[in-house]
């Protein structure tokens, strides 16, 4: 397991997951219910943690949080499914009809 990312919001920590596990990539939140140590811990150390538990998927965990951070663009380009020809809107990341992942 390798850390991937730390924050003080929590909300950003369970984004980056929820991101990354539509690109299928596992993901760990420690430190989740450590906040209330805060001041006998140091801040930085009671901060959620998300951990990657495939350290071969790291370097593109890191891409796609970046891409998606510190890119101008708000969505994806559209996508067609490949089980179903089903066109889509980039903000998908899977498809309506059939279910099929778009980053399968």
Not at 26 to 48: D, T
Not at 56 to 62: G, N
């Amino acid at each position: 397991m390798k850390k991937i990312y730390t924050s003080p919001d929590r909300l950003m920590v369970f984004h980056a997951k929820n991101v990354l596990a539509s690109y299928n990539i596992n993901c760990v939140i420690k430190n989740e219910f450590v906040g209330g140590a805060a001041g006998e811990l140091p801040f930085n150390e009671c901060w959620p943690e998300l951990w990657i538990d495939n350290e071969k998927k790291y370097e593109k965990a890191i891409k796609i949080l970046d891409n998606i951070w510190f890119s101008g663009e708000q969505t994806q380009p559209t996508w067609t499914c490949t089980r179903c020809d089903e066109k889509l809107e980039g903000q998908f990341t899977a498809c309506w009809r059939c279910g099929e992942s778009r980053y399968r």
